[in-house]
Nanobody, 123 residues
Framework: VELVESGGGLVQAGGSLRLACAPS????????MGWIRQVPGKEREFVAAIRWRDGSLVYADSVKGRFTISVDNAKNTVYLQMNTLKPEDTAVYYC?????????????????WGQGTQVTVSS
């Protein structure tokens, strides 16, 4: 399984970015896909997750109402739309995947990880 992220960058506070994750190597309708972020020197933080098969999803409280996770089956891609960005959203964002049906907030439960994409929000 390989996960490739794209879409990071530099944006001003209040702006928007959309991250994309293109998985390959398996049939991802059997997976839960997540976005997890990490600031250097800090622990990884769960952001959002979605069950590919039926769209069941969960968000961290810190991003609820601002971020939207979604799946595009035609493009075999998972997106994280990030609106009203804040400086505290600055981090490396990782796409992650786990085989199964449990939509989990626990980042240790994800088996596969992308290389990460940097998101920087300036104040």
């Amino acid at each position: 399984v390989e996960l490739v992220e794209s879409g990071g960058g530099l944006v001003q506070a209040g702006g928007s970015l959309r991250l994309a994750c293109a998985p390959s190597g398996d049939t991802f309708s059997n997976y839960v896909m997540g976005w997890i972020r990490q600031v250097p020197g800090k622990e990884r933080e769960f952001v959002a997750a979605i069950r590919w098969r039926d769209g069941s999803l969960v968000y961290a409280d810190s991003v609820k109402g601002r971020f939207t996770i979604s799946v595009d089956n035609a493009k075999n891609t998972v997106y994280l739309q990030m609106n009203t960005l804040k400086p505290e959203d600055t981090a490396v964002y990782y796409c992650a995947a786990r085989f199964g049906t449990v939509v989990t907030r626990v980042e240790k439960n994800y088996n596969y990880w992308g290389q990460g994409t940097q998101v920087t929000v300036s104040s």
